[in-house]
């Protein structure tokens, strides 16, 4: 209950929260995430590969994109299938205006028709004692993506894993 409440407030606190516009080193930023998710990826005795092209800095608030990384990782280290060995792939590519970063997964996979929900508040679509989790990390990071100004969407197919794609644009001001 306690981590329903802290989920909570952290997302209800967004919407007042002044997004702070600095330098942030994308590679310390996933260090950190992968630092902090350490226990879980060792038990799970998961394989995570980081792109060797990120670019030294991007534009954005570090601590709120720490959140989206943290996030989308963590989901992806606790949504496998039992017995499965979790596998993400982070890839990056410029495209025009943006950054992009695709966080690729072996996990359960999500149904097309859900696809739109899985942003939502408290939108679960799997049971809590199947999964825990509070229903609220991925619209926190919709939020954030929005307030940077960029945007976030998902493919997915049952079984195979998911693809979260992060579209950042390189210059944003205050």
Do not use: W
């Not at 992968?34 to 226990?39: C, E, G, P, V």
């Not at 999964?131 to 926190?140: D, F, K, N, P, R």
């Amino acid at each position: 209950m306690s981590a329903l409440v802290g989920s909570l407030l952290q997302f209800s606190t967004l919407d007042a929260q002044k997004i702070t516009i600095e330098n942030v080193s994308i590679s310390r930023v996933l260090n950190d995430v992968l630092t902090n998710l350490f226990s879980l990826i060792e038990v799970k005795s998961a394989q995570i590969n980081l792109p060797n092209d990120l670019p030294e800095v991007i534009q954005g608030d570090e601590a709120l994109l720490r959140v989206v990384f943290q996030n989308l990782i963590n989901n992806a280290l606790k949504f496998v299938a039992p017995g499965i060995t979790p596998q993400i792939h982070i890839d990056y590519v410029e495209d025009g205006n943006f950054h992009v970063f695709k966080l690729k997964d072996n996990g359960i996979g999500i149904e097309s028709e859900y696809l739109d929900k899985v942003f939502l508040m408290f939108e679960r679509l799997n049971a809590s004692h199947q999964y825990e989790g509070s229903g609220i990390g991925l619209a926190t990071c919709k939020k954030i993506m929005l307030m940077h100004k960029g945007h976030i969407q998902i493919e997915s197919e049952p079984n195979v894993g998911s693809v979260f794609i992060l579209s950042l644009p390189k210059t944003l001001s205050d």
